[in-house]
């Protein structure tokens, strides 16, 4: 073994034994940060994307599962559920939102989530699910096993996020949500963006 090796957090991590019901997630941003990072695509470390915009602050932990890619197959299952003028995937890791109600001062961590649905977002012709998902054992979120369940604040304040966190006041939507879609739904693009993945990272996924 490599002294002081870090693996990649999209190529060397799995997104986990019991994905799609238990995934593991690579957290980049929490509800604190006044900053947008991402990840790196090229050295895996975290670099400042843009200083979040206004008070669009993201009410939940967000990051990406590992070895997931959005391409063909996540754009296919948009398209097949009703979505119009997708014309691919947006390429990068599928995103996720963890719902806790514990302070994380911030991001650049590996946890485990519990996916219970998503939002089949379309940005600019690209399908960018964001899947929703809750801690394990968070005694306020751990118990909700599907997006239905949720109070309707909780999934209005991550919309309203989604829908106006790229806008200059003013501006038109530069997104839409199509659909809210349940822990059945989001288990399946988890599934196509994994397959997504292992068809477009091959030499990645013995590793």
Not at 33 to 51: A, C, Q, W
Not at 181 to 193: E, G
Request: aromatic share 10%.
């Amino acid at each position: 073994m490599i002294p002081n090796f870090k693996a990649h957090p999209w190529h060397g991590i799995s997104a986990g034994e019991k994905a799609p019901n238990v995934v593991n997630v690579f957290v980049e941003i929490v509800p604190t940060d006044t900053i947008k990072y991402e990840i790196d695509k090229e050295s895996g470390f975290l670099k400042v994307d843009r200083p979040q915009k206004f008070s669009n602050i993201i009410p939940a932990l967000y990051g990406f599962i590992p070895r997931t890619f959005c391409h063909d197959r996540v754009k296919n299952l948009a398209v097949e559920s009703g979505s119009t003028d997708v014309s691919m995937g947006d390429l990068d890791p599928l995103d996720i939102c963890v719902l806790s109600s514990h302070f994380i001062s911030s991001g650049d961590f590996i946890m485990e989530a519990i996916p219970i649905g998503g939002f089949k977002m379309i940005d600019k012709g690209e399908a960018d699910d964001k899947i929703i998902a809750v801690m394990p054992g968070d005694h306020m979120f751990g118990h909700f096993k599907d997006i239905s369940e949720l109070p309707k604040g909780e999934i209005e304040r991550l919309m309203h996020y989604f829908l106006t966190y790229k806008n200059l006041p003013g501006e038109p939507a530069k997104c839409r949500i199509d659909e809210i879609y349940d822990a059945a739904h989001a288990h399946q693009v988890i599934i196509a963006s994994q397959e997504d993945y292992i068809t477009n990272y091959p030499s990645t996924v013995e590793i």
